[in-house]
């Protein structure tokens, strides 16, 4: 057998095709390239701690183009977005000698959209497809999203291929209603009820004064004259940084609460960012989702700046299109005209967001 010697050019083009998601326009660091490799990193680690799975795949890019400083975080990113559909689960490790949370495959199912269309979900271990034959050329990865279009007797294909049809409304999750007011003080009350919890080194806080637009810029360490309740994160001996609310005096945290405290198979991210949209939206600057219309006027474009919790994540994904981040955004979806005032409601209802509109439209 001849050995040849590849470019890392050509390395990174026989990845893309191995993965199955090439397309026009995508290349090997695109959100459905590298969905695509840690689902399948996830195959064969899982159960793993997040920073695992991202470091693998970050180790294996390594040198091909596109790669960047910003590697570890984009992989974050997705890896965060494939939880939050289902496709991994953030679980308890259910091992005391190694205490935290841990990614496991998130079982095979389905969840069907109101178009007919379907969102394939899970992962299968070692790497095997989630659907074959005839079904698995008609999969089209949108961004971190695997869908089939509508088809006659799709979802008996579906069921043959051995995935479940998922219950929408279970599926989805969405939170009781609250306001903003009622949330914070709940946290606040649950941090009155604790005692001190003596010296935390390291912790990071979610600075509520720094401008909504801009997430990753919000988080800091902590500064001397930090006072106050502050969404924070603090190193662990084991896994992730652990999520948590924090009364801080004179820069030291003096009380917390870990997060979640709705049990430990929900998510701490999203209770934090859920907390955060509250407190930002108390302060009078809440978060925001910019809207813009296609000049076709068949859908708007929404760009969203902060991180969602999963639930909402996943009501976006029933009916919108997740789309590359760019123009600022943290992410965006496509979203159909006719469904996009009713979406607008839902997040201003639930994550108290303020829509900012501009007055220009974009080409489709």
């Not at 701690?49 to 180790?59: K, N, Q």
């Not at 896994?239 to 609460?257: N, T, Y």
């Amino acid at each position: 057998m001849d050995v040849v010697r590849l470019d890392p050019q050509a390395v990174a083009t026989k990845a893309l095709s191995s993965l199955g998601v090439g397309g026009a326009g995508l290349d090997l660091f695109s959100p459905e390239a590298l969905g695509a490799l840690l689902r399948r990193a996830g195959s064969f680690l899982c159960p793993a701690p997040p920073r695992t799975l991202v470091r693998s795949v970050a180790d294996v890019l390594v040198g091909l183009p596109g790669y960047g400083d910003d590697i570890l975080e984009r992989l974050g990113t997705s890896l965060e977005a494939l939880i939050g559909i289902g496709d991994l689960l953030d679980l308890p490790s259910g091992n005391p000698e190694e205490p935290g949370r841990r990614v496991f495959l998130g079982p095979p199912s389905f969840v069907p959209r109101a178009s007919g269309a379907c969102l394939l979900l899970g992962v299968r271990p070692d790497a095997e497809p989630l659907v074959t034959g005839e079904l698995a050329q008609l999969v089209e990865c949108k961004g971190y999203l695997r869908l089939v279009r509508s088809l006659p007797d799709l979802r008996d294909l579906l069921a043959t291929n051995g995935l479940p049809e998922r219950d929408v409304a279970q599926w989805v999750r969405n939170p009781r209603s609250r306001t903003a007011t009622d949330l914070v003080a709940e946290f606040q009350a649950r941090l009155q009820a604790v005692g001190p919890s003596g010296d935390i080194a390291g912790a990071q806080i979610l600075d509520p004064e720094t401008p909504v637009r801009y997430y990753r810029a919000r988080w800091r360490p902590l500064r001397s004259g930090d006072d106050g309740a502050f969404v924070a994160r603090r190193p662990q001996a084991y896994g992730a940084d652990q999520w948590c609310f924090a009364r801080v005096e004179a820069g030291r945290i003096i009380r917390l609460v870990d997060l979640p405290v709705a049990g430990s198979l929900a998510r701490g991210a999203d209770e934090a960012w859920l907390l955060q949209a509250a407190i930002d939206a108390m302060l009078g600057h809440p978060q925001l989702v910019r809207v813009t219309e296609e000049t076709d006027g068949s859908h708007a474009i929404l760009d969203l700046f902060s991180p969602l919790p999963a639930w909402a994540q996943r009501r976006l994904d029933l009916l919108a299109t997740p789309l590359r981040s760019g123009r600022g955004a943290l992410f965006s979806y496509s979203v159909p005209s006719g469904e996009t005032a009713e979406e607008l409601r839902f997040l201003e209802e639930t994550l108290w967001m303020s829509v900012d509109q501009p007055t220009h439209k974009i080409g489709p």
